[in-house]
């Protein structure tokens, strides 16, 4: 696999994050309340489409497998097609953020258990807790910080 930061986000493009995204928010999110995932998906392409910094892995065949979206320090997004989860994609893509963005810290909804350990795995603790999220919505939120050696 590799991973490239884009710069121009083509409608296509969009279009497939757009899907791995709910792919991925299908299979990790099951928290979220019925008609919360299309009610969320609306948003999603003007968000992928309007990220400072933009990276995407493509797999052999050069299809879209995952992206993570980075503004100023703070890693918006990281979503992975399920079937590729579990094989170090979601490490390299985080390396990535931090070496080629300078990325260090991640926001993640306290429901979501295996995101927190995967960032608490990568070096990420939380500092600061809400009951819900940006939007008002029932999730609490974990705000996480990469620590410092």
């Not at 969009?14 to 299979?27: F, H, K, M, N, P």
């Not at 309340?33 to 400072?52: H, N, S, W």
């Not at 399920?82 to 991640?106: E, I």
């Amino acid at each position: 696999m590799k991973i490239q930061t884009i710069e121009n986000r083509m409608p296509e493009l969009i279009g497939v994050l757009t899907q791995v995204w709910e792919d991925s928010v299908r299979a990790t999110h099951n928290f979220l309340m019925p008609g919360d995932v299309e009610r969320i998906k609306e948003y999603v392409p003007q968000a992928i489409g309007g990220i400072g910094k933009l990276a995407v892995a493509f797999n052999e065949q050069d299809r879209p497998v995952g992206f993570l979206g980075v503004e100023g320090e703070m890693i918006e997004m990281l979503f992975l097609d399920p079937a590729v989860r579990g094989n170090g994609l979601g490490r390299s893509m985080m390396d990535y953020a931090v070496k080629n963005f300078g990325a260090s810290k991640v926001n993640v909804n306290e429901q979501n258990r295996g995101a927190k350990g995967f960032y608490e795995h990568m070096g990420f603790s939380v500092c600061h807790r809400t009951d819900t999220d940006d939007q008002g919505r029932p999730y609490p939120i974990l705000y996480m910080e990469l620590k410092r050696a």
